[in-house]
């Protein structure tokens, strides 16, 4: 098939653009470059970026095999730098009651917003669920308080201090919990909690992490109220606080004499400078064992995998991974089972 030279052109400035921008992308994942934070945001565009070369790579082998070549290379440096985008579960997992699970939900301070309004309290509902999944341990962000009996199973509890100005965060476990704090990160609304669980005769340190948010909830307010040079400094603003925050966590960590497992909303995606920092040393719950897209996020048209369970990979092995499609918040649940490698 033959295609007339100005529009010929015009794709291949499209294929070139969309191959840039994702090895951009993968140089940034690597490389972060220290004054432009805001290139960090092209993280959230890796997913379509990988389709569109996909798709130009499927089109020029057709129309021209030799400009083939863009999108090939783009896509092999993409696959090397951020593997699949869609994971493919083949076996179902042999579960042990020895695994230890990890449940980790942003429940948005329990109330369930069907478009623009709040439609009701929905604890009971998400506090239900949780209990026919069993998790050993659950790790809550936007927690807002519910009755005791509610949370029962749950004996040890650790929560954001009271007092903080910012994001409550709760770590429930049915297994003690010897110690707890809570890092407040400079200039924020939002936090990490950990707690020290003891674990047979182990202790296992488990973050319950909520990152900063870039407050985007729909194509429209992103057009409307979010247009133009303000939201452009917002959005450098969130990337930085990133970059800020995931040092924060990462030098904690590297500071316990513990293993240690992430859970919660990073609030970016996994394709990151943060997120990569973050995850050094550590298995990506999802990555090894769950499939599909993994989409934590949903609101508006808008959705993206931004919740994550990260553990140690010298210290467990991932037994299973499940993203759960219950719309009881914007956000979505995962759990993850573990199991622990005793030394």
Same mark, same amino acid.
């Given at each position: 098939m033959r295609l007339a030279s100005g529009i010929r052109k015009f794709f291949v400035l499209l294929n070139v653009a969309a191959a840039f921008t994702l090895l951009l992308a993968c140089y940034n994942a690597y490389k972060p470059i220290p004054s432009l934070p805001l290139v960090d945001v092209i993280g959230i565009l890796v997913p379509p970026l990988m389709i569109i070369n996909l798709l130009f790579l499927v089109f020029w082998i057709w129309i021209k095999k030799q400009f083939a070549l863009i999108s090939a290379i783009s896509l092999l440096v993409g696959f090397w730098c951020f593997g699949s985008i869609y994971e493919i579960q083949f076996l179902k997992p042999d579960l042990s009651e020895k695994d230890l699970s990890i449940f980790s939900y942003n429940v948005q301070g329990f109330k369930y917003w069907a478009g623009k309004e709040a439609s009701g309290i929905v604890s009971i509902d998400i506090l239900e669920f949780i209990s026919e999944q069993d998790p050993d341990v659950v790790c809550f962000q936007e927690y807002k308080p519910v *009755?005791?009996?509610?949370? @029962?199973?749950y004996p040890f509890r650790y929560y954001t201090p009271h007092g903080t100005g910012r994001t409550s965060q709760a770590i429930l476990s049915k297994y003690p919990i010897a110690n707890g704090g809570s890092l407040n990160?400079?200039?924020s609304g939002n936090n990490a909690i950990y707690a020290d669980v003891a674990y047979g005769k182990d202790t296992i340190r488990i973050y319950n992490v909520h990152l900063q948010s870039y407050w985007i909830y729909s194509f429209r307010s992103l057009i409307k109220r979010n247009a133009g040079k303000d939201f452009m400094k917002r959005l450098q603003h969130t990337a930085a606080k990133h970059r800020e925050q995931a040092v924060i966590l990462e030098n904690h960590r590297k500071s316990s004499n513990h293993p240690?497992?992430? @859970?919660?909303?990073?609030?970016?995606?996994?394709?990151?400078?943060s997120? *990569? *920092?973050?995850?050094?040393d550590m298995k990506?719950?999802?990555r090894e064992e769950g499939g599909g897209w993994g989409t934590t996020f949903k609101r508006n048209y808008i959705s993206a995998r931004i919740d994550f369970i990260l553990a140690d990979d010298q210290a467990f092995e991932v037994i299973d991974h499940q993203n759960f499609n219950i719309r009881k918040s914007d956000h979505l649940p995962v759990m993850a089972r573990l199991k622990y490698r005793s030394n």
């Open positions: *009755r005791p009996e509610l949370i @029962a199973s990160f400079p200039n240690v497992v992430y @859970a919660g909303d990073f609030n970016q995606p996994p394709y990151s400078p997120f *990569r *920092r973050l995850s050094e990506d719950s999802f």
